[in-house]
């Protein structure tokens, strides 16, 4: 691993923070995270119309934002194709860093977490540069180095529009002295981010689907080929690690139960590629049948089988279970 700050594995990545206990992308959420123990802070990075790398699930706001709240934006409202998918709303590449910073999240499922609805409207939308300067100063206030783990939102589609996320990217983080890990669901920016840094780069692989930029360049291949052993060899010629959809671990069937689990995390490690599994979290609307109202049963099961770092909504449970370990 080509990572001097090595920490035990498996590391905790909270997932856009700690965003079971707050909005997620928010800085209290970031926040929040480091102070329960988290080892890695995770944002999903998109951009601005100015250039300024931001914050959010996706590059569209409606379901993270007040956005609905500010008829001064209703002109902005717009529908385009993100990755093949048709979407109507408010997205970021339209607004300034000033206009994004009028805004305020909300959480995002607020169905499944009614008690982060008191937040809505508390908390800005936070630049990657303030998530940075977060993580340093938590680092050197509680003595130990917090890991920053982005992810390029749709590279394919910002890089079609002028807006390459990379550059700026590499740019904010070339003077931090923390640990990192670039993540993508991509190829091909992970091939070219691998010609310019020595960063940890990870490759992200789904159950279901393909890489986007697979789709635009007519390359048949999905997620599923890339975990073969050539696929993972072929991964490990630009990455370090895999993120992978925790399904792939140990699928479930039909009626949410546990099956047995695969060779994946046997086989990455041949290929000497790390595997972190997401996404981990306390709702049994997430959990497997199997652990229903126990999710620290599915962070033993998956702990027991050696991945080497988990995303979790909830650092602290994580983090509990990996002391049992």
């Not at 080509?2 to 856009?16: E, G, M, Q, T």
């Not at 697979?214 to 999905?222: A, K, L, M, S």
Request: glycine share 6%; hydrophobic share 40%; with cysteine.
């Amino acid at each position: 691993m080509v990572n001097k700050f090595s920490l035990k594995p498996p590391i905790i990545i909270a997932h856009r923070g700690a965003s079971g206990y707050r909005p997620e992308h928010t800085l209290a959420s970031y926040e929040l995270a480091i102070d329960l123990g988290a080892d890695y802070i995770e944002p999903d990075l998109v951009m601005t119309k100015d250039g300024v790398l931001i914050a959010r699930h996706e590059n569209e706001i409606l379901a993270t934002t007040d956005i609905i709240n500010h008829p001064k934006f209703a002109d902005l409202k717009t529908t385009k194709i993100i990755d093949g998918e048709i979407k109507t709303g408010w997205f970021t590449e339209d607004f300034t860093i000033a206009e994004i910073k009028t805004l305020t999240a909300k959480e995002r499922i607020p169905q499944l977490r009614p008690q982060n609805i008191v937040y809505d409207g508390v908390f800005p939308i936070p630049t990657f540069a303030e998530i940075i300067d977060l993580a340093q100063q938590k680092s050197a206030e509680i003595g130990r180095n917090i890991g920053i783990y982005p992810e390029t939102k749709h590279p394919s589609y910002f890089q079609s529009i002028g807006l390459p996320l990379e550059p700026t990217l590499l740019l904010n983080l070339q003077k931090i002295n923390l640990p990192i890990f670039i993540q993508s669901f991509e190829v091909n920016n992970l091939k070219e981010l691998a010609k310019t840094t020595d960063l940890p780069l990870v490759q992200l692989i789904n159950d279901t689907g393909r890489p986007y930029d697979f789709t635009i360049n007519h390359d048949p291949r999905t997620y599923t080929d890339l975990l073969h052993p050539k696929g993972l060899e072929e991964i490990a010629e630009y990455a370090q690690a895999i993120g992978v959809n925790k399904n792939l671990l140990i699928p479930r069937d039909n009626y949410g139960k546990l099956l047995s689990p695969t060779s994946l995390i046997r086989d990455a490690h041949t290929a000497n590629l790390q595997v972190h599994a997401w996404t981990f979290r306390n709702e049994d609307f997430f959990l497997p049948f199997d652990c229903q109202g126990n999710p620290e049963k599915e962070y033993r099961l998956f702990f027991s089988l050696g991945v080497d770092g988990v995303f979790s909504d909830y650092p602290n449970i994580a983090l509990k279970m990996k002391k049992y370990e």
